[in-house]
C-alpha cells in the first residue's frame, strides 16, 4: 500500500468572508478522500512579519510554516486576486520560505471579482517553475463570485473542477514524488 502524499493546503486570503478560503475547504474534502494527509495552512491564523530580505526571516512563526511546506510534497495554493495578480498574503509566503518550495507540485485555486484576471497565476507559477524549480499542475481553478452563494459553492461546474485539481495534485505528487 501507498504512503499517504502530504498536501499542504494554503489559504491565503486575509478575508474573514473569503471566497477561496471556500474552494480550500471543498478542496481538503477533496485531497482527503483521495487519501491524501492534509495540512491546511491559513495564513489569517498565522502572523508572519512582511518579509525584509533580513530579519524577518529569524522570526519563530517562518521557522514552523517553512518546516511545513518542506514537509509537504505537493502544495495548493487558494487565494484572491486582487489587481490581476495573487494577494500579496501568499507572495509574502513564498518570499519569506524560498527554498522550502524546491521540487514541489503545486496547483492553484483563485477566488476573483471578475473574469478578466483567470491568467494572474502566471506570474507566480513561472517564479515557482524557474526559481524552485516547482511542477505546476496545468490544470488552475479560477471562480468568481457568482459561483457562491450563501458563502458556499454554488456552481457545480467549479466543485468539480476543484475535486479534478485535487486528484490531478495527488497523481502528480504521486509520481513525481
Known sequence: MQDAVRIAL???SLNPESLSRRMAQHAEKS???LGAN???IDLQEIPLPLCDGDSAYSHPEVGKIRSRIEAAEGILIAAPVYNFYLNAAVKNLIELTGSAWEDKVVGFLNAAGGYSSYMSVMSIANSLMLDFRCVI?????YAVGSAF??????DGKVAERIDELA???????RKLG
Not at 499542475?137 to 481553478?141: A, E, I, K, Q
Not at 452563494?149 to 454554488?154: E, L, M, P, V
Request: aromatic share 12%; net charge positive.
Open 137 to 141: 499542475v496545468p490544470r488552475f481553478v
Open 31 to 33: 485531497l482527503k478522500t
Open 167 to 173: 486528484n490531478e495534485l495527488v497523481r502528480f505528487a
Open 38 to 40: 492534509v495540512d491546511f
Open 10 to 12: 494554503v489559504s491565503g
Open 149 to 154: 452563494r450563501d458563502g458556499a459553492i454554488s
